[in-house]
């Protein structure tokens, strides 16, 4: 079975082919430069990319892999995301099932960042699903590859969110993430500057924004002045030892938050065994040394995609593809897009 994935919810155009579980091509235009004059992803700026490069990124695919089958199923990534991106992936991919006779899958994004985990190793069910971006953390209930529960989430900013805010106060250029860590990782964390936020509760919910915003004020009072200009350019030997340490201990409070939400949700699930960790902060060192040793400790498993599967990209959508249509699901062709804050609907029907 041959899956054509399609991925624009953000600032990423991306297409791929699975054939049977295999990847057989990907591509891939970022947008980062674009964005990057303006501090962020500008919405309009970045449905006018996408739509400038699906079409001839469809045609390099293509070429490139030159498959032999037709293409069975079409996945797409319908949410959630920016609306106009997500609008012409998902206008491009209903003009190319219906021209080609395919079948039409709207992918959850979301999911699709913790299912592609299972890409190149047996991902067990039950599981946990730990999804920290740019622009969501969330704990998922894995069952089976449709059958998620979401079990938490951020009330407000997300894991990555926090590091590219606190980040760019000190000086780093968006996104943050990768210099945030080099630099904590040349640190020593107090684990008593930044407390540990929205612990003293029984649920799996998170909230980094007080966090964020106590971060900020330690650096204005302490370092503004005394640092006005740091360079998180090649040589980090450079960075002043206090900011080092400071990053640390910032990187120490997000990522011991995020592990005693772990720990809780294996305690309240305990027929769960393994826990898959996805999403640009998945790279974080700190947060993957801590995931590790919290499964070893509990006897389970840690599944982490490989980096390039990690951040946006089209195979996670073509692999999800696959694994749905395997088992018979499809969208009919009026299937809805939805953007960042609306759930998505249980809508798949079986073919
Ligand atoms: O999943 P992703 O590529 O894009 C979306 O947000 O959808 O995640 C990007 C986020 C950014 O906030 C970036 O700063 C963060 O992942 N990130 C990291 C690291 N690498 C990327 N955060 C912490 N440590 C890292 N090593
Ligand atoms: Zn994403």
Known sequence: MLCLGIETSCDETALALVEDGIVRGHVLASQS?????????????????????????????MSKVNPSNDIDVIGVSRGPGLLGGLLTGVAFAKALAFGLGARLIGIDHLRAHLLVAGLDVNLPFPSLGLLVSGGHTQIYRMDAPASFSLLGRTLDDAAGEAFDKVGALLGMSYPCGLIFDKVSKRGTPDNKLFSKPYLNNDNLDFSFSGLKTAASQYYLQNFRDKFPQIHFDNDLSKVPQAICDFCASFTLSLVETLVEKIKRALDYYPD????????????????????????????????????????????????STWRLAQIGYCHDLDMTTIPKGTPIPEDMKTC
């Open 33 to 61: 430069d674009v964005h990057a004059l303006f501090g962020g992803v500008v919405p309009e700026l970045a449905s006018r990319e996408h739509y400038r490069f699906l079409g001839t990124l469809f045609d390099e695919l």
């Open 272 to 319: 769960v065994k393994s826990l898959v960790l996805a999403g640009g902060v998945a790279a974080n060192s700190t947060l993957r040394e801590a995931m590790e040793k919290l499964m070893r400790e509990r006897k389970g498993h840690l599944f982490v995609p490989p980096p390039k599967h990690c951040t946006d990209n089209a195979v996670m959508i073509a692999y």
